[in-house]
């Protein structure tokens, strides 16, 4: 693993995925555990080893939203715009949560089975990407059995978009009461001084996992006003080493030299925890009877609990949060599942307009 990945060693998860790699044995069993990640598609990156017999994404179980007549979710890159537009989002996501290279790079939990979705050519969703989104999210549940959606793309205001927040929030409703963990990002407003202090959706649901972001001295570097208290846990969104791929260049694409900065990153951080988790104690919940959403709210719960604490809040006029922490993979298998008498059903996902 290069020594420059400071975000593996601060959620701990390559510890973690150890102890599921010894699981997993020889034939990488991971027991019908799938992840589906809704974003700008995937591209041909050599982290994701697609001319192998073991590719790190499972392309043909994926759909193209955004391209018409085109099934295969490639993002073409061939695009660009303004505020938002993204061109290889995807892959730089992806290749963090999975990417898998040996002596090159390796992502928070290489190995997992993933179904890219390209939904968008951005990170901010309006109209359109809202109700893709919506509809990717609907299809991972139904189709594809999928445990874990990661959504590293948000909806930075409900305005203008009611119908469609209702189709979305609908979604994430299916996913929670079937025990499908959907993973968002909180977002960061830098770029829109009107919408500073929110949080975005669907993360922002209260039946999500919202995901905030922190730098390499374990500091909050994106940080909110009333919207903080919707943030669940926080995970690494400051140069966080992670491949890319560039319109015209050769293929396979090769670079996994740079940086990504964002609350994208910070999502997919917990996706590949929760894919773990699942893995190792996906027999005990079952077991134990934790159901449709009691899964998604023990999760929630043993983020919340097995924390590590934050070293402080880069926003000098804001406090370090208190009730929430660090992301730690270890803890997280560790922790006994909380008792099903203690979780609470939140409430339907719908806009919250305030």
Same mark, same amino acid.
């Given at each position: 693993?290069?020594?420059?990945a400071?975000?593996?060693?601060?959620?701990?998860?390559r510890?973690?995925m150890t102890?599921?790699?010894a699981?997993?044995?020889?034939?990488?069993d991971?027991?019908?555990?799938?992840?589906?990640h809704?974003?700008?598609?995937?591209?041909n990156?050599?982290?994701?080893?697609?001319a192998t017999?073991t590719p790190?994404?499972?392309?043909?179980?994926?759909?193209?939203?955004m391209?018409?007549?085109v099934?295969e979710?490639?993002?073409?890159l061939?695009y660009?715009?303004g505020?938002?537009?993204n061109p290889?989002?995807?892959t730089?996501?992806?290749?963090?949560?999975?990417?898998?290279?040996a002596?090159t790079?390796?992502g928070v939990c290489?190995?997992v089975?993933?179904?890219p979705?390209?939904?968008?050519?951005?990170v901010? !969703?309006?109209?359109?990407?809202?109700?893709n989104?919506?509809?990717?999210v609907?299809d991972?549940v139904?189709?594809n059995?999928?445990?874990?959606?990661s959504?590293?793309?948000?909806?930075?205001?409900?305005?203008g978009?009611?119908k469609?927040?209702?189709?979305?929030?609908?979604?994430?409703?299916?996913?929670?009461e079937r025990?499908?963990?959907v993973v968002g990002a909180?977002g960061?407003?830098?770029?829109?001084?009107?919408?500073v202090?929110f949080?975005?959706?669907?993360?922002r649901?209260?039946r999500?996992i !919202?995901?905030g972001?922190?730098n390499?001295?374990?500091r909050?570097?994106f940080?909110y006003?009333?919207?903080?208290k919707?943030?669940?846990?926080?995970?690494?969104?400051?140069?966080?080493?992670?491949?890319n791929s560039?319109?015209g260049l050769?293929e396979?694409?090769?670079?996994?030299?740079?940086?990504?900065?964002?609350?994208?990153?910070?999502t997919?951080?917990?996706?590949?925890?929760?894919?773990m988790?699942?893995?190792?104690r996906g027999?005990?919940?079952?077991?134990s009877?934790?159901?449709?959403?009691q899964r998604v709210e023990a999760?929630?719960?043993?983020?919340?609990?097995?924390?590590?604490a934050l070293?402080g809040?880069d926003?000098?006029?804001?406090?370090?949060?208190r009730?929430?922490?660090?992301l730690?993979?270890?803890a997280? !298998?560790?922790?006994?599942?909380?008792r099903l008498?203690?979780?609470?059903k939140a409430? !339907?996902a719908?806009?919250?307009v305030?």
């Amino acid at each position: 693993m290069p020594s420059s990945a400071w975000n593996i060693d601060a959620v701990r998860s390559r510890e973690a995925m150890t102890r599921v790699s010894a699981e997993l044995g020889p034939t990488n069993d991971w027991r019908g555990v799938v992840v589906a990640h809704l974003d700008t598609g995937f591209t041909n990156h050599v982290v994701f080893n697609l001319a192998t017999a073991t590719p790190a994404l499972r392309v043909a179980d994926g759909i193209n939203y955004m391209d018409p007549g085109v099934v295969e979710p490639r993002d073409p890159l061939n695009y660009s715009g303004g505020l938002g537009i993204n061109p290889g989002h995807g892959t730089r996501t992806l290749g963090t949560l999975c990417g898998d290279l040996a002596g090159t790079y390796t992502g928070v939990c290489p190995t997992v089975p993933v179904v890219p979705y390209r939904v968008t050519n951005g990170v901010v !969703l309006t109209g359109r990407t809202i109700v893709n989104v919506a509809l990717a999210v609907m299809d991972a549940v139904d189709r594809n059995l999928a445990d874990v959606i990661s959504i590293s793309l948000g909806v930075q205001s409900v305005f203008g978009n009611i119908k469609q927040m209702h189709a979305l929030g609908r979604a994430v409703d299916h996913a929670y009461e079937r025990g499908v963990i959907v993973v968002g990002a909180a977002g960061q407003t830098e770029d829109a001084p009107e919408l500073v202090g929110f949080t975005v959706y669907p993360g922002r649901y209260s039946r999500s996992i !919202l995901v905030g972001g922190i730098n390499s001295r374990r500091r909050v570097c994106f940080d909110y006003d009333d919207g903080r208290k919707y943030i669940d846990v926080w995970a690494p969104a400051d140069d966080v080493p992670r491949p890319n791929s560039v319109f015209g260049l050769p293929e396979p694409f090769t670079d996994v030299s740079g940086v990504g900065d964002g609350t994208s990153y910070a999502t997919v951080h917990v996706v590949g925890a929760a894919a773990m988790w699942l893995r190792m104690r996906g027999d005990e919940l079952e077991a134990s009877g934790y159901a449709g959403w009691q899964r998604v709210e023990a999760f929630r719960a043993m983020l919340r609990a097995n924390k590590q604490a934050l070293a402080g809040n880069d926003v000098p006029t804001k406090p370090t949060p208190r009730d929430t922490g660090i992301l730690d993979c270890v803890a997280l !298998l560790d922790a006994k599942l909380p008792r099903l008498d203690t979780l609470k059903k939140a409430p !339907l996902a719908e806009p919250q307009v305030d």
